[in-house]
């Protein structure tokens, strides 16, 4: 497939479309966790882990996981951390 070249004004609408489109996408993650707070809240008044809505079976329970605290190791072991660390190159996309 060949790279496609846009027009200034083609860009820019590209632009505009992506900024408009991440902030709806923010808009909806904000409503999205405030519906999820006020069931969450209900769950709570209820004293329940598993809610039954409708066809909806709704459950908010406690998981446990284990992950490695590199800033405790790395601040007790400086020069073995450093030893399996390594530079890692990537590429942030950003709009302002």
């Known amino acids: ?4 070249v846009l027009s200034q004004n083609e ?18 993650a904000a409503e999205i966790s405030s519906i999820e707070d006020a069931i969450k809240a209900e769950m709570t008044a209820r004293d329940v882990a598993e809610l039954i809505a ?21 601040a007790t072991h400086a ?7 390594k530079p890692v190159q990537t590429r942030r996309f950003s709009v302002c």
């Not at 908010?60 to 190791?73: G, L």
């Not at 020069?79 to 660390?85: F, G, I, S």
């Open 79 to 85: 020069e073995l951390y450093q030893q399996y660390t």
């Open 54 to 74: 409708g066809p909806f079976k709704v459950r908010w329970t406690p998981v446990v996981s284990q992950r490695f605290d590199s800033s405790a190791f790395k």
């Open 11 to 28: 860009l820019i609408h590209k632009v505009q479309e992506l900024k408009e489109l991440k902030l709806m996408a923010e808009e909806l």
């Open 1 to 4: 497939m060949a790279n496609q």
